[in-house]
């Protein structure tokens, strides 16, 4: 088998590969979150024009037709990289909610120092700074992080329906 | 005592007016330094202002989270400026708020529990009991709660709790996302943290529709039985620190 036979498969890898190189010139996509695809996609490319390699491979790992072979491989590595996906994709939620709390948060304090109204929230059009913090203002954590620190958990409250 | 009332709404307009006025006259009721933060989870419609003129603090997230993230908004801002605890109550009106005094009473215990559970299910059993399907599926919950977590809930899916100083170290750094409430119940437990039940009455919403409804109900479902089958798991390789 030559690769006449498998030309067409390598141009579209070699069509996909061009669209993956398109989006990271543009910085649509980055190289860090594609370099393992390109990759994949630069391997899937070297099979169809060296098919006689695939062939040899498969026969070694024990498959009777290199086309076996080559799915088992092609579907092993694209759910790794799925996987690998689904990775980054919930590193990426866990971050953006604890960025979107920050930003609430935030928002919300310097509502209320810079308009000095605790219930006021942020208007696009904010009151000039300038209002003093109390003490009251200021957050007593160490109290609180001292309470949490001292109860036991392990007892059993009376008077109420306890798991 | 500083007590944080946590009141996540989206689109509430219409109920949270009321309601945070209500809260704080409870507060007045029982003389207790209560504050009502509404955590605007991205409404489109004016709960943001409606909660403001009422009376309350609003944190306005910049884009939805869904309730969990909202409400450890919340549960982030009672930790970081050292209320004695938090109490959620949800901003469709479910919660009324007259029954705040039954969860503040609950932490005269000694000791005192680290999370209570306001059930609709007590022995009495009085207002509002939720739809059959919701039942069905609210004993599904309460099930594997028991079986796999060892937590007893009698209403697993309420959302009318108060967060002692524990609860609230221990949200602060990890609170579920997507439907919270069963597995924060077994994240609890996996911490030490001791959960207590107490019977409140309960209201149909003022307002707005539920979150949960067609085939979401069994994405519900299976959802939440794998998070809490893997938050036992979870707690038996790395167990969570005792004390915080």
């Known amino acids: 088998m030559g690769f006449e036979r498998y030309w067409i498969f390598a141009a579209c ?106 219930r006021r929230p942020l208007q696009p059009e904010a009151p000039p700074p300038g209002s003093a913090v109390t003490d009251a203002d200021k957050p007593d954590v160490g109290a609180t992080r001292a309470a949490a620190a001292g109860v036991d958990g392990d007892a059993a409250p009376a008077g109420a329906s306890v798991t | 005592m500083r007590v944080l009332v946590i009141v ?56 939805n989270l869904g309730i969990g993230g909202a409400v450890q908004t919340g549960l982030r801002l009672a930790w970081r400026e050292g209320f004695s605890c938090a109490v959620q109550i949800d901003g469709d009106g479910q919660h009324p708020p007259h029954e705040l005094g039954k969860l503040l009473a609950a932490l005269g215990a000694v000791p005192a529990p680290d999370l209570v559970v306001g059930t609709r299910y007590g022995n009495d059993r009085q207002g509002f009991q939720s739809t059959v399907l919701r039942r069905i599926g609210s004993s599904w919950l309460r099930w594997v709660l028991r079986v796999v977590a060892g937590v007893t809930s009698t209403d697993p899916t309420s ?11 221990l949200f602060e750094r990890t609170y579920p996302y997507d439907y919270p409430e069963p597995e924060s119940l077994a994240t609890a ?56």
């Open chain 1, 13 to 118: 890898c070699a069509i996909v590969v061009g669209l993956l190189l398109r989006l990271l010139l543009r910085e649509r996509v980055s190289l860090q979150h594609s370099l393992a695809f390109l990759l994949f996609m630069l391997g899937v490319v070297t099979t169809a024009v060296f098919p006689g390699l695939t062939s040899r491979l498969g026969r070694l790992m024990g498959f009777t037709l290199p086309s076996n072979f080559f799915f088992a491989i092609l579907i092993g590595v694209l759910v790794l990289l799925h996987v690998g996906t689904i990775i980054a994709l919930s590193r990426l939620e866990a971050r953006t909610i604890a960025l979107t709390q920050e930003l609430g948060l935030v928002q919300e304090q310097m509502s209320r120092l810079a308009g000095g109204d605790r």
């Open chain 2, 8 to 63: 996540p709404a989206l689109n509430e307009e219409r109920s949270v007016g009321p309601l945070v006025g209500d809260i704080r006259a409870e507060g007045v009721k029982l003389g207790i330094d209560i504050t009502a933060v509404v955590i605007d989870d991205g409404s489109t419609d004016r709960t943001a202002e409606v909660a403001a003129a009422a009376g309350a603090r609003v944190v306005q997230l910049p884009k």
């Open chain 2, 159 to 169: 959302g009318y709790r108060l967060y002692g100083p524990r609860a609230l170290a």
């Open chain 2, 189 to 244: 437990r996996a911490a030490g943290l001791t959960i207590c039940e107490v019977p409140v009455i309960m209201r149909p919403r003022l307002a707005g529709s539920s979150s949960i409804r067609s085939w979401r109900t069994a994405y519900y479902m299976l959802k939440v039985s794998i998070a809490v089958t893997l938050c036992y798991v979870r707690s038996i390789r790395r167990p969570w620190p005792k004390a915080m």
